[in-house]
């Protein structure tokens, strides 16, 4: 019934404007160009209020939700992209109020007059120049400071480096720690199961003390390596806190470091909500269950990193050790992913 | 009686110049005809039947208003669609049940879209909107009404082929239109159809039958592009009347020439794209395939692929394809804002090497969609670099259009409103590109609001404020009738003032780090904070749209009963579309077509309000030279 009403009523609203356009359009054609030059005065003056309205209103919203855009980084390079951001604002932010502005006065101060002819201006080569030049200036500061930033971020991680390894499955974000040795155990596709999902070759003794986790931990101001892939289709990364964004791919890892300096906890009290996570979410389109393909994540001081890794279980011991999966019984003097291959290839 | 007939018909027969089907080129050259001609081609029409009047037209006219209202048609379609996710975004507690009426009860779960229906309406609307609205229903329109009439031409240089573009396109239209019937519904991978999702039938209900569909759709409608972009550029180079140098054509013309040629050169790679992944889809092969392990479905048969050459490919024709939608809006912009405001367009050299340098600049600024692809740091700053430098030519053309009202004495007609709407727009569009241009900001905006935000201002809505702006302003010629001003201005206040509200917004949720192509951000502390902003949009989008149906009524209802026009040229312009006769049959003119003695901006000069093209230069004046 409402939706009814609602619907009466624009049609309503809609023959009226069209009627009142009609008759209006009548009364113009009598008048002539007096309703010419009054429309067009009427049109200036909205152009120029346009323009107020509108620049005021982008400055109050700014102001308004600068609360909630750009959250707190809490990564080192979180810091450079948000100052590579502000000197981005401020550059741009100048030359938006200035044009805009010059627009709406121009179409204000400039509107049809009575016997009035444009003014003859069809080049001056001197201000082509003036503002060629002023914007690559400007330009190219920002693509300096922009890269400067770019290769800091992709450069290299330093040797001591924790690595995690992230892989994205409809839906959900598979995360294996390389436990004690640091090193992660090298995994094949095919080797997939529901039980071992992320394919890991258990011929090689890297993987026995790997262990999976459904959260992240970080602990506070390492650095991290995060090794990233896809089992099925394309899936993004996405720690909205750290400044993280990387896709993952089927077939094509890649790979993210970063270094968080921002506890949970710290970050509980800097935005005053004590139920406050980090959250990592999926940022590319990967099917249905896209908007649910979350997990949650914490960064750890160093006590509560410990603790949390105390609890940890190798994958292997809990869940493969003794059963059809496991392929290191076979040959336990395999040390490598090559050997380990041929093996399967013998077995065939 | 007799003797008049039968020398029409010779005269038909032996010239041609004033025809109903086929166009001979040597009346490029102009013949010269008798008075006796004039109605010729109204008996002509009447002669023809039916079909190949309106239907199988050849006439570049008829062709161009059919590109239009297919493509008025499927914008309301797009748009339709935007609405409803929109109304699952602001509102996602309201019941929707009323979907499975219209689209089918496998749609809706308790009273709410499924999530596979929300992709699959984020899909068709980036694909109906980029590609059947804003490159075949914006170019395809104005190149071909403006192109031989701007030019001087009495029809494109290939009137079967262009004819042909057209039902290419219709065919696409329908495929795609067919697509929704599935029963596993249209394509949902969304409008860049990235493989594994869109490659792999079972990794989603889009990726299934729809998705066929999309590709082949998509195919035909590569073709009807290639075969209207040829014809545009033989045209607009071989075909332009005496006089006509390049110097002097309107910069419409100009912008649409550039256009065709970024077209031509990078469409044919979206159809090898696609068509390697139609193979990938079903032949087994496994271009952009490796290592896929589909949960509950098992390991797939690909090995060796790479997902990453796809997108090489589809952004090679996508970036391109953005300036496709713009580039023509730059042109009639242009003209636009000179004509009403009795000035010349300022720099015209500037804004013809600007549109050339984004032009070819388009070409090498594709991987900064792929910023967060893994890409190798370095290739990622020499796009950096070349992306930014896109935004000099972006700045020259803002400063030349305000220099071009600067002083100017502004005629407020709906058209003009919409130029200058535009050139805001394409103000606050263009900056935010520079953020996302620096790969650095960009890992924190990629796929956010910000994205959806900067590229809908800038060529979404810019595009459509262009196409909006070209048909307030041809109007009169292609149907002899005024649109209703008063309409137009509420049409252009209620557009201009909502696309701000809707999408302003976004780049506050953008910069918070809200997700693109989610239902629900309902999951997540850190996207959740903008349930009222988000209310907003929607209320904004749906006002919006609704002022469309306003121009869409305003368009059909003048067609019929507008206001006719009495004036050979009623917007006092100097191009030569306005010399023909005010509804110009099949060959533009009747008698011979107008020598070009001046280039198309003379307005304000010498104490003359306008001077047109035709006009011959002055003893003692002085002529502008490019």
Known sequence: ?348 | METTETHHGHAHSNTGAYITDHVHYQDVEGVIRSEEDHGHHDSDRNKKNFIHTWIFSQDHKIIGKQFLITGIIWAIVGGAFSNIFRMQLGFPDTNMSWIGNVFGDRWVENGHMTNDFYNMLITMHGTILVFFVLTAGLSGTFANILIPLQCGARDMASPFLNMLSYWFFFMASIVMAASFFLPTGAAGVSWVFYPPLSAIRDASLGSKGGADMWLISMSLFIFSSLLGGLNYITTILNLRTKGMSMAKLPLTIWALLITAILGVLSFPVLLGAAILLIFDRTLGTSFYLDKIYIENVGAQPHEGGNPILYQHLFWFLGHPEVYIVIMPAFGMVSEILSVNSRKPIFGYRAMVLSMLAIAALAFFVWAHHMFVTGLNPFVGSVFVFLTLLIAIPSAIKVFNWLTTIWKGNIKYTPAMLFAIGFVSLFISGGLTGIFLGNSSIDIQLHDTYFVVAHFHIVMGIGAFFGMFAGVYHWFPKMYGKFMNRTMGFIHFWLTFAGAYAIFWPMHYQGLAGVPRRYPSHAGYESFNKFGELSEFITIAALVVFAAQLLFVFNFFYSIFRGKICHEQNPWKSNTIEWTTPIKPGHGNWEGEIPTVHRWPYDYGKDGQDFIPQTMPIQPGESAHHV
């Open chain 1, 1 to 348: 019934m409402t939706a009814f009403l609602i619907f009466l009523a624009l049609v309503l609203i809609g023959t009226l404007v069209i009627q009142i356009s009609k008759a209006n359009e009548y009364i113009n054609t009598i008048r002539g160009e007096d309703a010419e030059l009054e429309s067009d005065k009427i049109n200036g003056n909205l152009m120029l209020l346009f323009q107020i309205v509108f620049l005021v209103g982008v400055s109050w919203s700014a102001w308004h939700f600068s609360d909630r855009y750009l959250p707190v980084s809490a990564s080192v390079h979180g810091h450079w992209i948000d100052t590579m951001f502000d000197i981005t604002l401020v550059l741009t932010g100048i030359v938006f109020f200035l044009t805009q502005i010059a627009l709406g006065w121009f179409s204000y101060k400039y509107r049809n007059r009575k016997n009035n002819l444009g003014y003859y201006y069809p080049e001056n080569n001197k201000l082509e120049m003036i503002w060629t030049v002023i914007p690559a200036i400007v330009l190219t500061i920002l693509v300096v400071f922009g890269l400067y930033y770019w290769f800091r971020i992709t450069g290299p991680a330093s040797p001591e480096a924790r690595v995690i390894e992230i892989t994205g499955k409809q839906f959900e974000w598979l995360i294996r720690y390389p436990g004690a040795d640091s090193k992660l155990g090298i995994n094949n596709w095919k080797k997939i199961t529901s039980t071992n999902k992320v394919g890991i070759d258990f011929s090689d003794k890297d993987s026995h003390d790997d262990f999976l986790s459904g959260e992240l931990h970080f602990e506070v101001n390492k650095e991290y390596m995060l090794k990233i892939n896809s089992r099925d289709v394309v899936h993004d990364v996405g720690l909205n806190h750290f400044r993280v964004k990387m896709d993952a791919m089927p077939g094509l890892p890649t790979h993210f470091k970063l270094t968080p300096n921002i506890t949970t906890d710290e970050m509980r009290k800097i935005t005053n909500n004590p139920n406050f996570n980090y959250e990592l979410c999926c940022d590319y389109l990967c099917g249905a269950g896209h908007s649910s393909m979350k997990a949650m994540v914490f960064v750890d001081t160093h006590e509560q990193y410990e603790a949390w890794l105390a609890k940890q279980k190798s994958f292997y011991e809990t869940a493969i050790k003794g059963t059809k999966e496991d392929n290191s019984i076979i040959n336990p003097s395999n040390e490598n992913g090559k050997v380990s291959a041929e093996n399967e290839k013998h077995e065939q």
